[in-house]
């Protein structure tokens, strides 16, 4: 499916400096994931319901407009939770590969997405409220370029305000979802820090993203 390989590190470090990383970020075991804790099911086929009232219309895989191999460690708080996880992932114009590993090192969520759609596997231990249609909305709310965010949400009355370093999406004049950056250098924000927070279900990510590829 092309994945990442877990051979993978996250950084130019050893295994066990990530592993111990791993092991600081650790809030428990994997509960939960952000928004797919909360986000409830129903939307119809290439939508995503990403706050009440707001759904994200998925744009082609193909509009991101890059290729990319990227590593990251995930934090995600909801409440008095919090729970932690890596994720690789593997892009390019024909294809989105996501793969989520606990802090165990077992795979969690698997998401391919091609031009067919998309196609996701979760470990039958991982809680059913989990929803990988949400973590890729997130992500695309992330990392897609802004024009492309702003059309997918515009058909449900979303607004996107961007500018460098954040994001902010708007329903009916309220922020509903906003995201920081703090890029190691430059302005990618595949390459340093990013935190997501959605304010209508109350939850956060904080994300460490570190291109590896191509």
């Known amino acids: 499916m092309g994945l990442v390989s877990l051979a993978h590190p996250w950084t130019e470090g050893t295994g066990v400096r990530r592993r111990e990383m791993m092991r600081r970020m650790a809030g428990g075991t994997l ?5 797919c804790a909360i986000a409830p099911p129903g939307a119809p086929p290439g939508e995503i319901i990403v706050a009440p009232g707001l759904s994200l219309v998925m744009p082609t895989v193909a509009s991101l407009n890059r290729r990319i191999e990227v590593s990251q460690l995930v934090v995600a708080r909801y ?6 996880f890596e ?11 996501l793969l989520c590993i606990d802090l165990l090192g077992r795979e969690a969520v698997r998401i391919h997405w091609t031009g067919a759609g998309i196609v996701s596997h979760q470990a039958t231990w991982v809680p059913e409220q989990l929803r990988p249609e949400n973590m890729l909305a997130d992500i695309v709310m992330l ?29 009916h004049d309220e922020e509903v979802i906003r995201a920081d950056y703090q890029p190691l250098a430059g302005v990618d924000p595949w390459n340093g820090n990013a935190k997501l927070h959605n304010l209508a279900w109350n939850y956060e990510l904080d ?3 570190r291109v590896i590829g191509p």
């Not at 409440?79 to 932690?84: D, K």
């Open 79 to 84: 409440g008095a939770q919090t729970v932690s």
């Open 207 to 209: 994300i460490q993203s």
């Open 31 to 35: 509960l939960a994931l952000g928004g």
């Open 143 to 171: 990392y897609w370029p802004a024009a492309t965010v702003a059309r997918a949400l515009a058909a449900f009355g979303g607004v996107l305000a961007a500018e460098p370093g954040r994001r902010s999406v708007r329903l």
């Open 87 to 97: 994720g690789r992932i593997s892009a390019g114009p024909d294809h989105f590969d």
